[in-house]
């Protein structure tokens, strides 16, 4: 399958919607290791001898390793949903996006960084977030 390409203005344009996206998504990744933190600490009482009140079930921590696991899969279907679109989420928190674009014959990422009021700048596919240069149509403003 081709990679989609973006045009600077394509990749701002599809922002707002991944900006929703994004948030949907963080809010569910702190959901998850909240979640995860709670189990591991009822994991850690039960080594140590106390044990949850009520407790009748063979195995008490089912329920909770339920809840985590159909948070996991949402996880992967919401980051599934970014590279549907064609854009590469390089990093959750703070949010990170890539697009896949050409400038001047040569394959670049027009990244935006979380934070940012749109995306202006672009790297090489090699060079990452620190080599990031403006994109030359990206204007004076931002």
């Not at 973006?6 to 990744?29: C, G």
């Not at 909240?34 to 106390?50: A, H, I, P, V, Y």
């Not at 063979?58 to 996991?72: A, G, I």
Request: glycine letters at 10%.
């Amino acid at each position: 399958m081709k990679p989609v390409l973006f045009t600077l203005e394509e990749a701002n344009l599809l922002l707002p919607r991944l900006q929703e996206e994004l948030i949907k998504l963080q809010l569910l990744v702190q959901q998850f290791e909240m979640k995860f933190e709670m189990l591991q600490q009822l994991k850690d009482n039960r080594r140590s001898g106390s044990r949850p009140a009520g407790g009748g079930s063979d195995d008490p921590f089912f329920e909770l390793e339920s809840q985590l696991e159909f948070m996991r899969m949402e996880v992967e279907l919401a980051v599934g949903n970014f590279e549907r679109k064609g854009v590469l989420l390089k990093m959750i928190n703070p949010g990170l996006i890539d697009f896949p674009s050409m400038l001047n014959g040569e394959e670049i990422l027009i990244c935006w960084k979380q934070g940012e009021e749109r995306a202006s700048h672009y790297h090489g596919y090699d060079d990452g977030f620190s080599g990031r240069k403006r994109f030359p149509d990206a204007g004076l403003t931002n």
